[in-house]
């Protein structure tokens, strides 16, 4: 079942003797190796164009300022990793104490999976895709100093998260330790920011969740 039971084991302590603060602490450095991996095939054209403008502009230290604002960016993941495990342990939680809510997991998870879909389809994801895109600088100015890299790297790290919102939901529900689901949310990320038609790119990830979403839906359906 899509999500389902395996996906809540994620937020609670599994070792013998680890507490709350542990088992935060192994999600949050596994969810952050997780991004870096999945995201680095997208951010290293932009950073690379970000390098290419301090380049323009004569600015020194050019290194410093890129590996500062990557930094930044991924910040942003792992502050919404705290945000996903905060939520995920409150869930398995509810999971633990209220058991017949397990019931309606599959559904539930099937509708999130069609509703990111839905996602893909909207103009603010298009927006927010749009300026994850290298082709173009988006930036009124091209950030010359550490404090300016840094909010670069941030404000970067929030439009990319609103752009793959869909797909992070998609990604928790299958399982974020499932390695196909991480591949293919790393393929349609990465497809959607490089290849030329990304908006179409993004179209076509969105028809393969929504269907996906459906199936998912009347699959119990079908196996009564």
Same mark, same amino acid.
């Given at each position: ?54 380049? /323009? ?13 990557? *930094? ?66 988006? /930036? ?44 293919? #949310?790393?393929?349609?990320?990465? *497809? /959607? ?11 076509? @990830?969105?028809?393969?969740? @929504? ?6 839906? #009347? ?6």
């Amino acid at each position: 079942m899509p999500g389902g039971w395996t996906l809540s084991m994620a937020w609670v302590p599994m070792l013998c003797g680890q507490t709350w603060a542990g088992a935060a602490a192994h999600f949050i450095g596994m969810w952050a190796v997780m991004m870096a991996a999945m995201m680095l095939p997208s951010l290293v054209p932009v950073l690379w164009r970000f390098g290419a403008a301090l380049q /323009e502009l004569g600015v020194p230290r050019r290194a410093g300022l890129v590996a500062l604002a990557g *930094a930044a960016y991924l910040s942003v993941w792992t502050a919404i990793g705290l945000l996903v495990f905060a939520a995920g342990a409150a869930f398995a939680q509810a999971l633990m104490q209220v058991p017949t809510m397990a019931q309606a997991v599959p559904v539930a998870g099937a509708m999130v999976v069609l509703l990111a879909g839905a996602f893909q389809f909207t103009a603010s994801k298009a927006h927010h895709l749009a300026c994850c895109r290298p082709g173009v600088w988006h /930036e009124a100015r091209v950030p010359s100093t550490a404090a300016m890299a840094w909010r670069y790297g941030v404000r970067l790290g929030l439009r990319c998260s609103r752009a793959c919102a869909g797909l992070t939901a998609i990604l928790l529900v299958i399982g974020v330790m499932d390695l196909w689901a991480m591949a293919f #949310v790393a393929a349609a990320i990465t *497809a /959607e920011r490089l290849a030329p038609p990304g908006a179409r790119v993004a179209w076509v @990830v969105g028809a393969v969740s @929504v269907v996906t979403g459906v199936v998912l839906m #009347v699959r119990p359906a079908w196996l009564l």
